[in-house]
């Protein structure tokens, strides 16, 4: 098992890095957020889980060992693959989803793209005592690092982000509209608009609006 990988990050996607490690590009499949704490050309390590198909080796990658722990007893509910559930963590952080969980919160995992009403009932059972008691940092992960100024502006990566999850062009276009004043308010505060937490509130007046 590849426990993490470590090195300069050579290229970056909306749900992919490619990091250098040892003169090799190891390609990371990894969630918006983990991808929006990340920059070219500098160093970074994440936390990895390596999925086993007949036909692929795929690599995960995350911001730390938490999220990688709650991804892969995620992967023991049925019906969650790999796919799903980096969904599911790239909506709420590892203690978001065991709130939700503990709680029987349905309405958290309906918004996460591609579960409904049933299968987020079905989650709730199968997941519960599964993942843990939360441990106090709720948020998403990296919530609380600003993003600096890198080469696309924060509203290209929102969107690219929302996209990323499965969101269509036009949903992704009103949810960075409707976070724009938050995001222009940091960046009036002398900062730079903080992406993680701005997918966090694009996430919600999504959930919102359905």
């Known amino acids: 098992m ?3 990988v470590s090195g300069a990050v050579a290229a970056l996607a909306p749900t992919l890095a490619v990091i250098e490690v040892g003169g090799v590009g190891m390609a990371v499949q990894c969630t918006p957020n983990t991808i929006a704490g990340l920059r070219i050309g500098e160093q970074a390590r994440l ?3 390596l999925v086993v198909r007949e036909d692929s080796l795929t690599l995960y990658g995350f911001a730390d060992d ?3 722990q709650v991804f892969e007893l995620l992967q023991g509910a049925s019906g969650v693959g790999p796919r799903l559930a980096q969904a599911m963590l790239g909506v709420h952080s590892p203690d978001a989803l065991r709130l939700a969980v503990s709680t029987g919160d349905e309405k958290a995992l309906v918004a996460v793209p591609g ?3 049933k299968g987020a009932q079905k989650l709730l059972l199968e997941l519960k005592g599964k993942l843990g008691a939360p441990l106090g940092t709720s ?3 990296g919530a609380q690092r600003a993003v600096a100024s890198g080469p696309a502006p924060w509203t290209e990566q929102l969107s690219a982000a929302l996209i990323g999850l499965g969101y269509a062009s036009r949903d992704a276009e009103e949810a960075v509209s409707a976070v724009t004043p938050q995001a222009e308010a940091a960046i009036a505060a002398g900062g730079s608009a903080p992406v993680p937490q701005l997918l966090r509130a694009a ?5 919102r609006a359905r």
Do not use: P, Y
């Open 2 to 4: 590849i426990a993490f």
């Open 203 to 207: 996430l919600q007046s999504l959930n």
């Open 47 to 49: 936390a990895t889980s």
């Open 115 to 117: 579960i409904g009403k």
């Open 66 to 68: 938490d999220e990688r």
């Open 139 to 141: 948020g998403l992960v």
